[in-house]
């Protein structure tokens, strides 16, 4: 009863609501309807919002209602017309881009969410400023040794205190701000590999960090595979080395005998000498997480996951990245996507072929598959390798 002595405040409210939300219309683009655009006395006399709540028991209209309008508004922060600035960067383009056309994607923060009109809420000084300070489009935290310029806009930027950059405006949004900027460490890779480490070993598993390259490749000694698998090799390099290292494998797999010996010699002839040094220090491909499953008991299933971080806001990238971007052309399929996933093929095929010729002739204990999953610097996983 006592709503129906706020019904003037109450439609008042629903016309507010409706209009933030964009009229009437707005349910043709909503994946719920939250508020009924005909029913003015919603708040006072209606049962919607109860039959709502039953309907959809693990939603809330408050947090439908917000990520409504999030939505909304950063469809308008990305639009061509706001990106027309000259101290918008090419960092900037591409992050506003990717999040308009991956909204909630990522797995970065990359707006400031905190709620300052909840009383409940609280932030640290620290915490406020670097989120403020994010959110507009700023460094974390002020480099203490860089100085401050002002921009024609009156925008606050510094310029980087690196000798390498020649003093130039250090980029907030791209490369430059996690190769320069020392609040801005670059731990994505870490932090992917924690958080795959964590949700594996809660379901059961065992995980392993950098894992003996030589387990799924039999009884390959660790000079050979050094010389075999020394990483940073063309096509035709690895192909040589692949095809060099399953006659070693199949070699090694032969009875002792005279015979053995002079294939492995006439092999080994073929294969780069390394010294000793250069064995302990050659940079041999290798994982960076291994996570065992305990079934079946018999030949357990292993992944083995060799994650690449792709930088594609850094300069090289940047202007082909923002014509990709701005062309219609799905986010995560440009430039430095497709060379990070031919990279992987060309380093690890010949490896990969290797394990399967082992598993197939039952010589290994463990089914291994292999998984490479490519993850935007700002956080976007490449839709192949979301599974």
Not at 94 to 103: D, F, G, N, S, V
Not at 376 to 381: H, R, W
Request: proline share 6%.
């Amino acid at each position: 009863m006592s709503r129906a002595f706020r019904r003037a405040d109450c439609e008042s409210a629903h016309l507010v609501a409706l209009t933030e939300l964009g009229g009437p219309t707005y349910v043709n683009r909503a994946d719920l309807q939250f508020l009924p655009p005909e029913q003015t006395d919603v708040l006072v006399e209606s049962n919607f919002y109860s039959e709502w709540h039953i309907d959809h028991k693990y939603s809330k209209v408050s947090k439908e209602f917000s990520k409504f309008l999030g939505l909304k508004h950063l469809k308008k922060l990305t639009c061509q017309d706001e990106l027309d600035f000259e101290h918008v960067t090419a960092s900037d383009s591409i992050r506003c881009l990717m999040a308009r056309k991956l909204p909630g994607e990522t797995v970065l923060t990359q707006l400031f969410t905190a709620n300052l009109s909840d009383r409940e809420a609280r932030l640290s000084k620290t915490e406020f400023i670097i989120s403020a300070r994010q959110f507009l489009c700023l460094p974390a935290l002020k480099i203490p040794r860089g100085e401050i310029v002002q921009l024609d806009c009156n925008c606050e930027a510094q310029k980087c205190p690196d000798v390498k950059c020649g003093g130039i405006l250090i980029d907030p949004a791209g490369n430059h701000a996690l190769m320069c900027h020392p609040g801005l460490p670059a731990k994505k890779a870490t932090l992917l590999e924690r958080a795959l480490e964590r949700v594996f070993r809660k379901s059961g598993g065992r995980s392993e960090r950098q894992p003996v390259t030589a387990k799924p490749l039999g009884e390959i000694p660790k000079g050979d595979l050094a010389a075999l698998f020394p990483g940073g090799q063309n096509l035709e390099e690895s192909k040589k080395s692949g095809e060099l290292a399953l006659e070693l494998v199949d070699a090694l797999l032969m009875a002792p005998s005279a015979t053995k010996d002079s294939v492995l010699d006439e092999i080994r002839e073929r294969i780069p000498k390394l010294d000793e040094g250069q064995i302990e220090y050659n940079n041999t491909i290798r994982f960076d997480l291994c996570l065992s499953a305990p079934f079946p008991f018999d030949s357990p299933q292993q992944l083995w996951i060799d994650h690449g971080v792709v930088h594609e806001t850094s300069e090289s990238y940047q202007e082909s990245m923002v014509q990709h971007l701005e062309s219609g052309l799905a986010a995560l399929s440009g430039e430095p996507f497709r060379r990070m996933e031919s990279s992987k093929d060309r380093r690890f095929k010949s490896l990969i072929n290797i394990a399967k010729h082992l598993q197939k002739q039952r010589l290994l204990d463990f089914q291994p598959s292999f998984l490479f999953p490519i993850v935007s610097a700002l956080g976007y996983l490449m839709q192949t390798h979301r599974s």
